[in-house]
């Protein structure tokens, strides 16, 4: 294959791009797009050409996704001799293809096209996460979340109240002055301390019918985790199928994501979340751009506080909204929380409830030395059923 130019473009010209092209008859695709389809079918009688965006796996090489380089450098090999092929990568990323392959691309021709100032996808075109966020909500709205937040979620009152002062703060930078597309909270601390259920609240509070967008990074601490969370390279098995994120997120109604166990997660995942909390949107293996602007995305994390600091690199803590160690609850707290528990249990089985029975359930308990809230329900909930069985 003879070394050629590519065409550069400017990010916020790329959706006017693919328009002006259809127009000619020239379709645009991703490099994983023409991979799964195959070369011949890629043409269609229609077309008067297409254009290849290399984009996508420039950035997966940038994040060290290197096994899959030489299937790429095949499938480049494979496309010579197609006169109608034109390829085109985002202008930021120009060097590094031409690093990445010196024999392949000599240099660049800047496309001249005129654009309009927008968003690089519009919502029409990104319809499958168009979902009820926070930003969403109006003033009225916005007070019955503080209030369901102070009521369900069980001690943590200064957490709490800082809570609320961030998210305000956030919405009135995300409409007036558009300066932050994500909310961000990033939970330290033990197992079992409620980190996961301010998310929750704020999930069932959005929509309780839809399950919640959640990702462990238990499951995901291979050097492979990024392909896993994004989608397989072109060249690699299960390319083009949608991944665990995108599966997730299109599952739920909600604009709430919870990422769990963080601290397991490799540095290529760590450099994803870094630029989504900075753009408000990704790019799949496919190419597909998600815009996640308006979500709250709370990050967990059993580490120590001192921990935090050498695990998480100082770019991608200055993105987080508000950082917090989540703290073990009183007695008194736990015993609160034990009666809610209770009370759930009796609302939903329609059992009769009475101080008898109530009593006769904690006792079974020992939540004074039990500070792992799932533990505590879980023993509650076995008391609750020898109580009526």
């Known amino acids: 294959m003879s070394r050629i130019e590519v065409y550069t473009y400017k990010k916020a010209q790329l959706i006017q791009y693919i ?34 965006d290399l984009t996508s796996a420039i950035k997966l090489l940038i994040n060290n996704e290197y096994s899959f380089k030489y299937p ?59 979902k009820r966020r926070i930003v969403d909500l109006n003033e009225t709205e916005i007070k ?11 001690g943590h009152e200064t957490l709490k109240i800082d809570l609320t002062k961030k998210i305000s703060e956030f919405l009135y930078f995300y409409k007036k002055i558009k300066d932050q597309p994500i909310l961000s ?22 929509d309780e019918d839809s399950p919640i967008a959640k990702i462990n990074f238990g499951n995901y601490s291979s050097e492979s985790s990024l392909a896993s969370l994004i989608g397989s390279p072109p060249g690699f098995k299960d390319s083009g ?10 599952n739920s109604n909600s604009g709430v994501l919870i990422i769990d166990e963080f601290e397991k997660a490799n540095k290529n995942v760590h450099n ?67 009666n809610k528990v209770i009370d759930w249990y009796f609302n939903e089985s329609k059992e009769e409830k009475t101080t008898e029975k109530v009593e006769s359930i904690i006792k079974k308990v ?22 009526h069985n």
């Open 366 to 387: 020992d939540i004074k030395n039990e500070n792992n809230l799932r533990t505590i329900k879980f023993r509650l909930r076995s008391a609750f059923y020898l109580t």
């Open 19 to 52: 328009s002006h092209r259809e127009k000619e008859g020239v379709k645009v695709f991703t490099l994983a797009q023409v991979e799964k389809r195959g070369v011949e079918n890629s043409f269609d009688d229609s077309y008067n050409g297409i254009d290849i």
């Open 144 to 154: 019955a979340l503080f209030k369901r937040i102070e009521d369900d979620l069980v």
């Open 272 to 338: 994803f979340f870094l630029q989504l909390l900075e753009e408000g949107k990704f790019d799949d293996a496919m190419g597909e751009i998600f815009d996640l602007s308006g979500y709250l995305i709370i990050f967990t994390s059993n580490l120590k506080k001192s921990e935090f600091m050498s695990h998480i690199s100082p770019e991608l803590r200055s993105r987080f909204n508000g950082i917090y160690l989540m703290m073990e609850l009183s007695e008194v707290e736990k015993n609160e929380y034990a």
């Open 241 to 250: 199928e949608e991944s665990d994120l995108i599966k997730k997120l299109k």
């Open 185 to 206: 909270f990033f939970l330290l601390g033990p197992s079992g301390l409620g980190k996961t259920e301010i998310a929750r609240i704020i999930h069932n509070f959005l």
């Open 72 to 130: 790429l450098e095949s499938m480049l090999e494979n496309l010579d001799g197609f006169d109608e092929i034109r390829f085109i990568v985002d202008e930021k990323y120009e060097q590094e293809l031409l690093i990445e392959f010196p024999y392949f691309f000599s240099g660049n021709l800047p496309l001249e096209i005129e654009s309009e100032e927008g968003p690089v996808m519009s919502k029409e075109n990104n319809s499958n996460l168009v």
